[in-house]
T-cell receptor, first 108, second 112 residues
Framework: EDQVTQSPEALRLQEGESSSLNCSYTVSGLRGLFWYRQDPGKGPEFLFTLYSAGEEKEKERLKATLTKKESFLHITAPKPEDSATYLCAVQKTEKLVFGKGTKLTVNP | KAGVTQTPRYLIKTRGQQVTLSCSPISGHRSVSWYQQTPGQGLQFLFEYFSETQRNKGNFPGRFSGRQFSNSRSEMNVSTLELGDSALYLC???????????FGSGTQLSVL
């Protein structure tokens, strides 16, 4: 059965304190791995797509990496506005299988 | 460019009733997907439509149904509502290939 597991469930950081979020997956026929950010009361907002092991993508303070079994979202020197729930999803056919997310809180 | 629009934003229904949710995709997008989000289960795939045809369906009972119109707008219907159907229902659109989804803000459904 296809599974996506994210850890930790929740993470509290001080402003400027770098850390990483983990997404491990077991899926056959992976077509892509996606990272989304979701703010309260809103739908998920696209961040990155990764397609093959070894691929990396960066956007501002965020960097996503991919191996054959997991992906990491590295957050460098986070700011309070980075507080959100970060969702990982793997694409299989025309659907996404989501993890339950990591709720990140960055304190000033 | 307008984003994905979902209406209504909030709905309160009672058990046994039925409900219809609406989704207008980004202009030019031909694929519309629906997801259910709950605190316990996270986001779960309901179904996906492309050019008025359902291409993929998740593991939900037949009470959940959908359709897509020729202008790519989509509706989702839930019949005989149960308490467990209370959730945020999210619609997402894309061009239709192996690319990113754009999500709407969702419809928050509460079943009493």
């Amino acid at each position: 059965e296809d599974q996506v597991t994210q850890s930790p469930e929740a993470l509290r950081l001080q402003e400027g304190e770098s850390s990483s979020l983990n997404c491990s997956y077991t899926v056959s026929g992976l077509r892509g791995l996606f990272w989304y950010r979701q703010d309260p009361g809103k739908g998920p907002e696209f961040l990155f797509t990764l397609y093959s092991a070894g691929e990396e993508k960066e956007k501002e303070r965020l960097k996503a990496t991919l191996t054959k079994k997991e992906s990491f979202l590295h957050i460098t020197a986070p700011k309070p506005e980075d507080s959100a729930t970060y969702l990982c999803a793997v694409q299989k056919t025309e659907k996404l299988v989501f993890g339950k997310g990591t709720k990140l809180t960055v304190n000033p | 460019k307008a984003g994905v629009t979902q209406t209504p934003r909030y709905l309160i229904k009672t058990r046994g009733q039925q409900v219809t949710l609406s989704c207008s995709p980004i202009s030019g997008h031909r694929s519309v997907s629906w997801y259910q989000q709950t605190p316990g289960q996270g986001l779960q795939f309901l179904f996906e439509y492309f050019s008025e045809t359902q291409r993929n369906k998740g593991n939900f009972p037949g009470r959940f149904s959908g359709r897509q119109f020729s202008n790519s707008r989509s509706e989702m219907n839930v019949s005989t509502l149960e308490l467990g159907d209370s959730a945020l229902y999210l619609c997402a659109s894309s061009l239709g290939g192996n690319e990113k989804l754009f999500f709407g803000s969702g419809t928050q459904l509460s079943v009493l």
